[in-house]
């Protein structure tokens, strides 16, 4: 009977083990499940997807590549009693449909440019009041800025000091013909890093260099809940980075916070607003992995306990108008 109760307490501990490392499988997915009610765990990706596709899509690698780069920091003046209990981007600005749209990076760690770039299109339709829809080209931001990073990670500021004093063209998203430089199947599908080019699509309307838009200011946003939410209804959304747990592949509702698996990498995305569900206080944050990921491409994540580091220097950029 002891030498049963022992294999039984060894295969127990090995069936345990399985779980916490395999990211996709339906036991993990139950174990979150079982494990709290905040939010439902569900699939996103095929089961068979590997771990190498899946850790690639975090692709944060830190702020700048020049570690004595000093940003700037912004400080807001705040009247708490003007920050609302509930606030959506897309509510406030629903002329601006960027704030919509939900990219895809595919099988390259692009998050980087996407949210930088996604963040941008937001921005610069809201502060010309909704006269300028320009969708910023995540393409030649990942090709073009070689100190910016690749397919295998980027730095923030970095692309946000690109936009600046470079500038960045127009592009959608992969096989939309859309701007003068969609994403590439290179990227989406190989995660391969496309070669720059200084050329707009065959029958784009304008040339590149005149397509062209800049950002006029960047900045570090302070940690303070209160400043990360006037930032984001004064100037809307800005990108964040968080630390990427195994759980996190399996979200699909509710308000996220960790549970169970490994630290796999670290993620850039935009956050878009803020509310609370079922008394919990959350981020509303626009991912860059398809809108059949998650809550149709958005999640929720728990505010307030700088939950997997996510209210830790936030970025932010003005457009040039």
Same mark, same amino acid.
């Given at each position: 009977m002891k030498i049963f109760f022992s294999f039984a307490l060894?295969? @127990?501990?090995?069936? @345990?083990?399985?779980?916490?490392?395999d990211t996709?499988?339906?036991? $993990?997915?139950?174990?979150?499940?079982?494990?709290?009610?905040?939010?439902?765990?569900?699939?996103? $990706?095929?089961?068979?997807?590997?771990?190498e596709y899946l850790y690639k899509l975090n692709g944060f690698l830190g702020l700048h590549p020049d570690p004595n780069y000093k940003p700037k920091k912004v400080v807001h003046k705040v009247n708490?009693?003007?920050?609302?209990?509930? &606030?959506?981007?897309?509510?406030?600005?629903p002329n601006c449909e960027s704030l919509n749209r939900i990219r895809n990076q595919g099988a390259c760690g692009s998050c980087w440019a996407f949210a930088s770039v996604e963040s941008m299109s937001d921005r610069i339709c809201i502060h010309s009041s909704g006269s300028t829809e320009? $969708? &910023?080209?995540?393409?030649?931001?990942? !090709?073009?800025?070689?100190?910016?990073?690749?397919?295998?990670?980027?730095?923030?500021?970095?692309a946000l000091d690109f936009y600046i004093n470079q500038g960045l063209v127009s592009g959608g998203d992969v096989n939309s013909n859309e701007g003068c430089r969609p994403y590439t199947?290179?990227?989406? !599908?190989?995660?391969?890093?496309?070669a720059c080019s200084a050329s707009c699509r065959s029958g784009y309307?304008?040339?590149?260099s005149a397509d062209k838009h800049?950002?006029?200011?960047?900045?570090?946003?302070?940690?303070?809940?209160?400043?990360?939410?006037?930032?984001?209804?004064?100037?809307?959304?800005?990108?964040?980075? +968080?630390?990427?747990?195994?759980?996190?592949?399996?979200?699909?509702?509710?308000?996220?916070?960790?549970?169970?698996?490994?630290?796999?990498?670290?993620?850039?995305?935009k956050i878009v607003g803020w509310g609370t569900e079922s008394g919990v206080p959350y981020w509303l944050?626009?991912?860059?992995?398809? @809108?059949?990921?998650?809550?149709?491409? $958005? +999640?929720?994540?728990?505010r307030g306990y700088n939950e997997c580091g996510i209210e830790y220097n936030p970025y932010a950029v003005l457009p040039k108008l």
């Open positions: 060894l295969i @127990a501990a090995v069936s @345990a083990s399985t779980i916490k490392t996709l499988s339906q036991d $993990f997915i139950d174990l979150i499940n079982r494990k709290q009610s905040n939010w439902v765990a569900g699939r996103n $990706f095929p089961e068979n997807t590997t771990n708490l009693r003007d920050i609302p209990d509930t &606030f959506d981007a897309r509510t406030k600005w320009f $969708f &910023f080209s995540a393409e030649d931001l990942l !090709s073009c800025c070689t100190s910016c990073g690749d397919c295998g990670g980027g730095y923030m500021m970095a199947s290179d990227a989406f !599908s190989d995660g391969d890093t496309p309307s304008k040339s590149y800049y950002g006029s200011d960047d900045y570090v946003v302070s940690s303070d809940i209160d400043q990360i939410q006037y930032e984001v209804m004064t100037n809307g959304p800005l990108i964040v980075n +968080f630390e990427v747990f195994q759980d996190f592949y399996n979200y699909k509702s509710g308000v996220y916070s960790y549970v169970s698996g490994n630290s796999v990498g670290y993620h850039v995305v944050i626009a991912n860059s992995w398809g @809108a059949d990921w998650g809550d149709h491409g $958005f +999640f929720k994540m728990r």
